[in-house]
T-cell receptor, first 114, second 118 residues
Framework: DTGVSQDPRHKITKRGQNVTFRCDPI?????LYWYRQTLGQGPEFLTYFQNEAQLEKSRLLSDRFSAERPKGSFSTLEIQRTEQGDSAMYLCASSPYGGGNIQYFGAGTRLSVL | GENVEQHPSTLSVQEGDSAVIKCTYSDSASNYFPWYKQELGKRPQLIIDIRSNVGEKKDQRIAVTLNKTAKHFSLHITETQPEDSAVYFC?????????????????FGTGTRLQVTL
């Protein structure tokens, strides 16, 4: 499968715990996006990387959230001290340079905070 | 920032009929408008997109129209089939259609659940 890969697909955690998700973009896509999707809603933008540089962050990304893309390839999204309101599907997308912003999505990581 | 509204939230059509989903956007800087199809438990898949330099685009049974003056765009599906049943999302972005490498976030609508009945 040469599409965007996300791991894990599902994560159940207790409130207050830290969680980390991983996204592997399509090979040679230098742009990587994180979105959050709650039930019945469209994806909401969280943050965006061009290569290893984090260029934009949404106000939705509180100080409990941190994202990295250390070598410009895969990315991680960490949520510290999870809250029940963090329960959602976390989607990753990638886009090639010069691709006119066509974004290809992964299947997402579904987080449930108990 | 950009705000995208999508209607209707649910749509039920009989197999073979046409389906139309409408979206409006607020930011006049937006010039890239993709449509995604999301089946239950699966990733959003790009089905068609349109840029502001064209008014209409077709791909087999799917077409998208754009009215920049009114700031609205629509998805048209003809000869619907049961496999068209899914949630459809519109989105808007101020990406540069000249393909110079500008990239930007997508702002999505709230989705339309399309049900195609036999």
């Amino acid at each position: 499968d040469t599409g965007v890969s996300q791991d894990p697909r599902h994560k159940i955690t207790k409130r207050g715990q830290n969680v980390t998700f991983r996204c592997d973009p399509i090979s040679e896509h230098n742009r990587l996006y994180w979105y959050r999707q709650t039930l019945g809603q469209g994806p909401e933008f969280l943050t965006y990387f061009q290569n290893e540089a984090q260029l934009e962050k949404s106000r939705l990304l509180s100080d409990r959230f941190s994202a990295e893309r250390p070598k410009g390839s895969f990315s991680t999204l960490e949520i510290q001290r999870t809250e029940q309101g963090d329960s959602a599907m976390y989607l990753c997308a990638s886009s090639p340079y010069g691709g006119g912003n066509i974004q290809y999505f992964g299947a997402g990581t579904r987080l449930s905070v108990l | 920032g950009e705000n995208v509204e999508q209607h209707p939230s649910t749509l039920s059509v009989q197999e073979g009929d046409s389906a139309v989903i409408k979206c409006t956007y607020s930011d006049s800087a937006s010039n890239y408008f993709p449509w995604y199809k999301q089946e239950l438990g699966k990733r959003p898949q790009l089905i068609i997109d349109i840029r502001s330099n064209v008014g209409e685009k077709k791909d087999q049974r799917i077409a998208v129209t754009l009215n920049k003056t009114a700031k609205h765009f629509s998805l048209h599906i003809t000869e619907t089939q049961p496999e068209d049943s899914a949630v459809y999302f519109c989105a808007a972005s101020p990406a540069n259609y000249i393909n110079t490498g500008t990239a930007s976030k997508l702002t999505f609508g709230t989705g339309t659940r399309l049900q195609v009945t036999l």
